[in-house]
Every structure is written in C-alpha cells, then in structure tokens.
C-alpha cells in the first residue's frame, strides 16, 4: 500500500540550529514527492518539489531536500533555523498519471530563542 | 492574484445539523481537492473536481459527505447530520489541472465544530 510516514511528530531546536526533518515513503511507481509547510492558521505552502533529475533539491525559505531512492527516503535539511521557521511541515508523495497526493502525518517544529 | 479562499473560517454546529462549506480556487484552475485534517492525522483525501465532474469520490467517509462544483469554479462541501467525529479541518487545494505534477495550492481550511 501506499503510505508516506513522518518519523518524528514533534522536534525542537535552537534558533540558529541545523534541521533535519524525516520522510519515508513506499510507492511503487516513480514517486513525484513533496514538502509543504502549514503555519497556524494557514493553508500549506508548497516548500520543494522533486520529480526527476538531481537527487538535491532547493525550495523557498533555505530549505533543501535529498531523494535517496535506496532508502525511500525524502528528508527536509535547513542549515540554520530561524524562529519564523516553527510551523507543521508535510511530507507528500504522488506519482505520474495521478491525481492524488498522500500525505504525511507532519512534524510540528518548535523553535527556541 | 487572489489564491484559494474558504469560508467560513471557523464554523460550530450542533451534532445532527447539516454544514455546507465553501472554496473558491484561483481562477483558471481546472482541478479541485477536498481534503480532511484531524488533531494527530496527515490530511485525508476526500474527493476531487476535473471541471464540474467529481471521478472520485473514494475518499468520502461516509454517504452523509457530498460535494458539488458549479461553473467549474466554486465547490460546496456538505455534511450532513453532522457526529462530532467530523470536527475537523477542511482543506481545500485547486491546481491548474488534476495530476500529481501540478503544484496543489491550498486555502486556509473550515475549522468545523460539531458539539
């Protein structure tokens, strides 16, 4: 089945910190995958896109995210958070000739002064 | 230009009244998604809009959920006989046209209350 899991349901870190937030995904076609970020109140802002090419992708904000095929693995990377950054964040996978996105449970992030 | 607006934002209700909720998508969009987010849940398919025609409709719970889409723009979300089990948010998200390679841009949601 198809299934996307956010390992982490909760994760704090310090202003100015590294961040990494995990995804895995199982598909079994080529996955078209997806982060979002949904700050209180809002609706979810597309952050990254990966359909196909480099592994590394650049999004808004300073994010990154690398697809690791091996692993099924789409984990979001910022080199330095800053407080505006906590916020819930949502990892999504789709594939070529759908429709649908599956989504993950999220990972609300809190960040520290 | 204006992105997806839904209304209302906030919405109490009574167990067993019927709601309707409403999302306008940006202008242009062919393609249209419901999609339900519970406390400690990812957000949950419900049913999507190509034009005025709804393909699937899998996601739906449950038969007192249906939703329609006029003039392939506005869609109205209706619930009825609300049970507090659909105290949720609604999410709605428009894309210029249905398949998972378009970007899905989502409006701020219904907090719906049922008490």
């Known amino acids: 089945a198809q299934s996307v899991t956010q390992p982490d349901i909760h994760i704090t870190v310090s202003e100015g910190a590294s961040l990494e937030l995990r995804c895995n995904y199982s598909?079994?076609?080529?996955?078209?995958l997806f982060w979002y970020v949904q700050s209180p109140g809002q609706g979810l802002q597309l952050l990254l896109k990966?359909?196909?090419?480099?592994?590394l992708v650049q999004g808004i904000k300073g994010f990154e995210a690398e697809f690791k095929r091996s692993q099924s693995s789409f984990n979001l990377r910022k080199p330095s958070v800053h407080w505006s950054d906590a916020a819930e964040y949502f990892c999504?996978?789709?594939?070529?000739?759908?429709?649908?996105?599956?989504f993950g449970t999220g990972t609300r992030l809190k960040v520290l002064a | 230009g204006a992105g997806v607006s839904q209304s209302p934002s906030n919405k109490v209700t009574e167990k067993g009244k019927d709601v309707e909720l409403r999302c306008d998508p940006i202008?242009?969009?062919?393609?249209l998604y419901w999609y339900r987010q519970s406390l400690g849940q990812g957000l949950e398919f419900l049913i999507y809009?190509?034009?005025?025609?709804?393909?699937?409709k899998s996601g739906l719970p449950s038969d007192r959920f249906s939703a329609e889409r006029t003039g392939g723009s506005v869609s109205t979300l209706t619930i009825q006989r609300t049970q507090q089990e659909d105290s949720a948010v609604y999410l709605c998200?428009?894309?210029?046209?249905?398949?998972?390679?378009?970007?899905?841009?989502f409006g701020p949601g219904t907090r719906l209350t049922v008490t």
């Open positions: 998200a428009s894309s210029l046209e249905a398949g998972a390679v378009y970007e899905q841009y």
């Open positions: 598909y079994g076609a080529t996955p078209y």
């Open positions: 990966y359909f196909s090419g480099d592994t």
């Open positions: 999504a996978v789709g594939a070529s000739g759908t429709y649908k996105y599956i």
């Open positions: 202008s242009g969009h062919t393609a």
């Open positions: 809009f190509q034009g005025n025609s709804a393909p699937d």
